[in-house]
């Protein structure tokens, strides 16, 4: 058989087609391999591109929905967000080789943006280009995570009550700021269940509501952290799911230690006045007469019977008239402007011209510095 006569031929145009390999044994042959270049470049696309796309953002927090799922992006418009999605629904012929491509958007308002993309490949030893244009809608709509927000949705509610008195304006804030920083920081991990819901505050405290259980739980650990006292669970049932698991609706019950860090309390064991500085698990100070460490007993724990005096914050500045001695040393009266000699505590500077003082029912007392006894629970 001669050259000629073993040569292809086009089946739709009956040229010539160039002599191409054969596909390796069990290979599928390509079916458009018989045709002609001319009459394949006919037909040939070298992108598969959807005649428009449509995201669907979240109006309230800018989340994207990619397939099932709500994906925080971050975007401070949606033209990266387009150019991912036009990215991933865009299919380039596999026969293309060494295939480059850009793309060029072009906001028409303020839901549509227009994708102009360039392709180029080479396809059978022959370099072909091709542009397409693709719409990209932006529909609203709201994330299933801020829906549940708009709607009150909460799993765990943690109330901050104090024990035997109304916490401080200062511990009600603070609970709340921790609670804000544990969510932000299960929010920063990709977290998209984590959401505090509602904040409410109540004569007797302050009311948190949280997105989930675990999370209520954590908050109420940290708050009693930092601001000691402890913490009491109290699960609810509300319903059951739809594989018939009973959910559960939990309390968390933080109770603010009675005497917070920076009390000045009297025990009425005999030596004197303390001021608090640790209330976790067992009350612990400091004695204001001698500046000896001062921990309630055992079974006390973080409330013994003991008076409440006053707070650090209730000190006054005087001035040291004169040191006796080693127990002893003379103030004026910040009130009366008397002299009057007070007990000598170990932290007391001799040098020192003034000095911070808490005037009470037990008399007057020197307050440790700032820098003398840092309060182990955080600020009073």
Same mark, same amino acid.
């Given at each position: 058989?001669?050259?000629?006569?073993?040569?292809?031929?086009?089946?739709?145009?009956?040229?010539?087609?160039? %002599?191409? $390999?054969?596909?390796?044994?069990?290979?599928?042959?390509?079916?458009?391999?018989?045709?002609c270049?001319?009459?394949?470049?006919?037909?040939? !696309?070298?992108?598969?591109?959807p005649?428009?796309?449509?995201?669907?953002?979240?109006?309230?927090?800018? *989340?994207?929905?990619?397939?099932?799922?709500?994906?925080d992006?971050?975007?401070?418009?949606?033209t990266?967000? *387009?150019?991912d999605?036009?990215?991933? *629904?865009?299919?380039?012929?596999?026969n293309?080789? %060494?295939?480059r491509?850009g793309?060029?958007?072009?906001?028409?308002?303020?839901?549509?943006?227009?994708?102009?993309?360039?392709? $180029?490949?080479?396809?059978?030893?022959?370099?072909?280009?091709?542009?397409?244009?693709v719409?990209?809608?932006? *529909?609203?709509?709201?994330?299933?995570?801020?829906?549940?927000?708009?709607?009150?949705?909460?799993?765990a509610?943690?109330?901050?009550?104090?024990? !035997?008195?109304?916490?401080?304006?200062?511990?009600?804030?603070?609970?709340?700021?921790?609670?804000?920083?544990?969510?932000?920081?299960?929010?920063?991990?990709g977290?998209?269940?984590?959401?505090?819901?509602?904040?409410?505050?109540?004569?007797?405290?302050?009311?948190?509501?949280?997105?989930?259980?675990?999370?209520?739980?954590?908050?109420?650990?940290?708050?009693?952290?930092?601001?000691?006292?402890?913490?009491?669970?109290?699960?609810?049932?509300?319903?059951?799911?739809g594989?018939?698991?009973?959910?559960?609706?939990?309390?968390f019950?933080?109770?603010?230690?009675?005497?917070?860090?920076?009390?000045?309390?009297?025990?009425?064991?005999? !030596?004197?006045?303390?001021?608090?500085?640790?209330?976790?698990?067992?009350?612990k100070?400091?004695?204001?007469?001698?500046?000896?460490?001062?921990?309630?007993?055992?079974?006390?724990?973080?409330?013994? !019977?003991?008076?409440?005096?006053?707070?650090?914050? %209730?000190?006054?500045?005087?001035?040291?008239?004169?040191?006796?001695? %080693?127990?002893?040393?003379?103030?004026?009266?910040?009130?009366?402007?008397?002299?009057?000699?007070?007990?000598?505590?170990d932290?007391?500077?001799?040098?020192?011209?003034?000095?911070?003082?808490?005037?009470?029912?037990?008399?007057?007392?020197?307050?440790?510095?700032?820098t003398d006894?840092?309060?182990?629970?955080?600020?009073?």
């Amino acid at each position: 058989m001669t050259d000629a006569e073993s040569r292809e031929f086009c089946p739709r145009c009956g040229d010539p087609v160039p %002599d191409r $390999s054969e596909p390796l044994p069990g290979q599928p042959r390509e079916r458009d391999a018989v045709l002609c270049n001319a009459c394949y470049f006919a037909d040939f !696309d070298l992108v598969d591109a959807p005649e428009r796309i449509e995201v669907q953002v979240c109006s309230s927090c800018g *989340a994207v929905q990619r397939g099932n799922r709500w994906v925080d992006v971050g975007a401070q418009d949606y033209t990266d967000v *387009a150019v991912d999605e036009v990215t991933a *629904a865009l299919g380039v012929h596999l026969n293309a080789e %060494d295939v480059r491509w850009g793309v060029e958007a072009e906001q028409v308002d303020e839901n549509t943006i227009r994708m102009h993309c360039s392709f $180029s490949g080479v396809v059978r030893g022959t370099h072909v280009e091709e542009a397409v244009t693709v719409p990209v809608l932006i *529909a609203r709509g709201t994330c299933n995570r801020c829906g549940r927000i708009a709607g009150g949705y909460y799993a765990a509610l943690v109330q901050v009550r104090a024990d !035997d008195r109304t916490p401080t304006s200062e511990e009600r804030s603070r609970a709340v700021e921790i609670a804000e920083a544990y969510i932000a920081e299960r929010e920063a991990t990709g977290d998209r269940n984590a959401f505090i819901s509602d904040v409410s505050e109540e004569d007797d405290g302050v009311d948190i509501k949280i997105s989930t259980n675990q999370m209520g739980g954590g908050v109420a650990k940290r708050i009693t952290r930092e601001l000691g006292g402890n913490v009491e669970e109290y699960p609810t049932l509300v319903t059951e799911d739809g594989d018939g698991n009973e959910v559960y609706r939990v309390t968390f019950a933080v109770r603010l230690p009675r005497y917070p860090p920076g009390t000045v309390v009297d025990p009425e064991d005999g !030596d004197g006045p303390v001021l608090v500085r640790s209330a976790r698990r067992r009350l612990k100070g400091v004695r204001l007469a001698t500046g000896e460490s001062y921990e309630a007993a055992f079974d006390e724990g973080i409330a013994p !019977d003991a008076r409440r005096l006053g707070t650090r914050s %209730d000190g006054a500045e005087t001035t040291v008239v004169t040191v006796e001695d %080693d127990h002893a040393v003379q103030l004026l009266d910040p009130e009366t402007y008397e002299a009057k000699t007070v007990p000598r505590p170990d932290y007391f500077d001799p040098s020192a011209e003034t000095v911070r003082v808490l005037k009470s029912r037990a008399g007057l007392h020197i307050l440790p510095g700032s820098t003398d006894e840092d309060d182990e629970d955080g600020p009073a």
